[in-house]
């Protein structure tokens, strides 16, 4: 099994910045990023694997980055120009020997 343990989140204002890490127990190949709003379905908002192909939804292309630590099997969402419509809960996800993995979620607020 894979332990994958999300951090980072929090409340800031409009155009603020925030960094959400996805610790995850083993290394794993890929992960992906998802959110949730209120009311809403889980959207994809970003993918990066170990061969550094990475992938963004369009509703945030320009001001998320994806990254990890190599040393520390630690993944990365660099959240920059934060909107309101950016709230809801952020998960990190990722799959090994066959099973997938989500971390528990971390609460994005972007509010004034």
């Known amino acids: 099994q894979v332990q994958v343990v999300e951090s980072g989140g929090g409340l800031v204002q409009p155009g603020g910045s925030l960094r959400l890490s996805c610790a995850a127990s083993k290394s794993v190949f890929s992960v992906v990023w998802y959110r949730q709003a209120p009311g809403k379905q889980r959207e994809l908002v970003a993918q990066l694997t170990t061969t550094d192909s990475s992938n963004y939804a369009e509703s945030i292309k320009g001001r998320f980055t994806v990254s990890r630590d190599y040393a520390t099997n630690t993944w990365y969402l660099q959240m920059n120009s934060l909107k309101p419509e950016d709230t809801a809960v952020y998960y990190c996800?990722?799959?090994?020997?066959?099973?997938?993995?989500w971390g528990q979620g971390t609460q994005v607020t972007v509010s004034s």
């Open positions: 996800m990722t799959d090994w020997a066959g099973g997938t993995y």
